[in-house]
């Protein structure tokens, strides 16, 4: 294992697995029958760019897929070695990458944090859109108060978005990873925008944070329903 490892982390076999990731992402992609809801999402989306684009840690597989040639899309990519695969095979499909993370408090303080939150903030005001978990790190499914405050200091809407496929793999892992797999139903499920006044106090920060909370939650439930077709999940 410990040999692997050491492998895994060479930068030729972090090419060769970003490379690989990418053109794995396409093919899905382009296999998967995929039903929207609601079926205006992407113009709406595209009326609003630049927007924040964010989605559930390990569900994001199949997001990139909703970058088209002609949006200008800036994704942030941790500075760990699997946020550098995920960077290689980002930048392949089109995407510039953004490295850095926050921490569990929800904010950009460390791992290069500080720095990646101006640099998303810079990326939305030159007309980017930015494309983010929405996970404090290594708590899945817990919104954090990063991507509220980016929201908030660059008046861009965020625009919320879970993707499921009938056929899956689910990894044993923190954020619970789904690997989609190719000729399956799939479902993108976008709820509306949320957006954060400029002057939102402390409890309205906490507030947006909820809301964007569950917002993705029930997105997520229902892209499941309509993968599964059934009401559970």
Do not use: C
């Not at 990646?116 to 290594?138: M, T």
Request: charge should be positive; aromatic fraction near 6%; glycine fraction near 8%.
């Amino acid at each position: 294992m410990q040999l692997w490892r050491r492998i895994g982390r060479q930068p030729w076999a972090k090419k060769a697995l970003g490379v690989a990731a990418a053109e794995y992402v396409r093919f899905v992609g382009k296999t998967t029958r995929l039903t929207l809801e609601p079926p205006d999402a992407w113009d709406r989306a595209e009326a609003d760019m630049p927007v924040i684009s964010t989605f559930w840690h390990g569900q994001h597989l199949l997001t990139i897929n909703a970058n088209k040639p002609s949006y200008k899309v800036k994704a942030l990519a941790s500075r760990h070695h699997d946020g550098e695969v995920n960077a290689i095979a980002a930048e392949r499909l089109g995407i510039g990458i953004i490295r850095g993370s926050g921490n569990r408090a929800g904010g950009f303080l460390q791992k290069g944090g500080a720095a990646a939150f101006q640099a998303l903030l810079d990326a939305l005001n030159e007309g980017y859109s930015v494309a983010l978990s929405a996970d404090v790190p290594k708590v899945s499914r817990i919104a954090g108060l990063g991507i509220i405050k980016l929201a908030q200091m660059s008046g861009r809407p965020i625009h919320p978005i879970a993707i499921a496929t009938h056929w899956r793999i689910v990894l044993d892992n923190w954020d619970r990873s789904t690997i989609n797999l190719p000729f399956s139903r799939g479902a993108g499920v976008v709820p509306e925008p949320l957006r954060v006044a400029a002057d939102a106090d402390d409890a309205g920060l906490e507030a947006a944070r909820q809301e964007l909370e569950n917002r993705l939650n029930a997105a997520t439930r229902r892209a499941y329903e309509i993968v599964d077709r059934t009401q559970l999940r």
